[in-house]
């Protein structure tokens, strides 16, 4: 409509250049278009999609050479910027690569320690099934539709937070760990993941309510996980077994070597009840300390953000 039917007619008396004006036009609005509905694409769009549209301008117009050097112009700023992007994400992969070998060496070196740390494995992942298969309820890992706006559940979410943290600090230090609080996840990162990652869909934020629980030895991270599932208060959400990491056979390209195990719960109680607080999703991470450490003072973290950005995730 932008193209053939405004600019065209615009632009008639321009006689044989009407065509690539037309061209112009219409190729700005299938941009345009793109980046509302697929905004993670945009860079490509932006730049390719601009320079597919000048060449086609030029070539309509017969290869006229101030529109032809136009879409070269652009294509070389598009091919510049493409590079450049791509040093970039060569970088980050180098960060992360170092990172999953570090992480494959500690797994390595824990697994090698005793006969006791595999057995320990084996009887988490064991405990894992059961919880999963007894313990844990069906549903979708998707905020409640009784939240009517991204405001509803962020209010939610701050008025949950400090029971939430109460509860699992709870299980934590009594299995023998160390708790780690977060604050409600901050609304600029949880707008990126609901543009990037979630294509608007914001019910898909699930982890706002976050904490990390870590542990010295799996035993006592079993006990944790025990603990958790007969907790009458709190309510696991069923997972993938991609969500139980410590397992050898779990395929660690997914989280970049790195280790450690889910939960998707929600927190069940009168006061809940009676907010509206009781089908809020919330995250609980259980780590190895080994791997906690390096993550968040290795630099572990810190690439994994670097590379999420330069994806657009």
Partial sequence: LVG???LTPAT??????SPGFGAVGFGIAMTLTGLVFFPPISFYLMFYGMSATFALCAILLFAHHSVAMFACIIFILGLRNLLVRADALDHANLLVREDAR????VFKEKLAESVEVRQDIEILKAVWNEVMTTAAVDGNKRQSESFATIETLFNACDLLNPLFLLLFRRHCERSGGEFHSANVKGEDRALQKVYRSYREDWHLLTDLNRCALVFTRFDKLTGCLRAISDDPEIVLLKMGKHKMRFDEAYDVKISAGYRDIQLCVRIDTAWTREHGLDKVLCE???HDH???NHKTTGGGHAGYVT???MLGQ
Avoid: P
């Fill in 4 to 6: 053939w039917g405004i």
């Fill in 307 to 309: 590379r999420r950005n």
């Fill in 284 to 286: 609980v991470q259980l």
């Fill in 102 to 105: 570090h992480y494959r060496k």
């Fill in 290 to 292: 080994l791997f906690y």
């Fill in 12 to 17: 008639s008396a321009l006689g044989s250049y």
